[in-house]
């Protein structure tokens, strides 16, 4: 896939690498204990370079024709505008049996996706997601909304802040207001199925393999 940013990530002071034909950016957060040795002007210019090196990645990226969509938008809008999301759909297989699942959840929940045209891992988990939803062969029993976010992890005036977001895909499950739990970027699982699992009461809480993301949660200090 040209075009994507693989490190699907928010974070502070990484340097950024890039790779043909996939730019790929990253950013990591500086620990305290190094923060407390270096001089200010040190992590000012650490921070300088890295905002450098993502805006020279962004730019490659968009050399092949990806300008992402940001803010609140619908499945529709991404499959019209981008030709490589509309072949991964075709490419993607889904289960009948989690199908017929998805079908049976209880009525009422609600599912917000966090994602980014750019992302490699979003690109790899949505269609598949969607391929489900499309075997249901009818409505949905839950509502599903979408917001987009940029690289940069602005999502066009969209406020951010009460989905605590970090990392993506997120895709959080809430019912009555509160939420069940989320899906970060990846755990092991199929997506959908993982999914599912919010949305039946199966699972709840954090689902994701990704150790930066389980210590963010302060999940690595439960037993």
């Not at 839950?142 to 969209?158: C, P, Q, S």
């Not at 999914?195 to 389980?214: C, E, Q, Y």
């Amino acid at each position: 896939m040209v075009g994507l940013l693989v490190a699907c990530e928010s974070k502070q002071g990484e340097q950024v690498k890039k790779t043909e034909p996939v730019v790929e950016a990253t950013k990591e957060e500086a620990t305290p204990a190094a923060k407390e040795e270096a001089p200010a002007a040190t992590d000012n210019a650490e921070e300088k370079k890295s905002e450098e090196e993502l805006a020279k990645a962004i730019e490659e990226s968009r050399k092949y024709g990806h300008i992402p969509i940001a803010g609140e938008t619908t499945r529709e809008a991404v499959l019209e505008k981008f030709g490589t999301w509309r072949a991964k759909m075709g490419e993607v297989e889904a289960s009948q049996e989690v199908a017929e699942k998805f079908a049976a959840v209880k009525p009422g929940a609600e599912v917000t996706v966090i994602f980014g045209t750019w992302c490699s891992d979003c690109y790899n988990t949505l269609p598949v997601l969607w391929k489900h939803f499309d075997m249901v062969g009818g409505d949905l029993p839950f509502k599903v909304n979408y917001i987009a976010l940029d690289e940069r992890f602005t999502a066009n005036g969209v406020d951010l802040t009460p989905y605590d977001v970090h990392s993506i895909p997120t895709i959080i499950v809430k019912r009555d207001d509160k939420e069940v739990g989320r899906f970060i970027e990846q755990n092991g699982n199929p997506p959908a199925e993982e999914v599912l699992a919010l949305l039946n009461g199966s699972k709840t809480g954090i689902l994701s393999t990704n150790p930066k993301i389980v210590k963010r949660y302060g999940l690595d200090q439960k037993k």
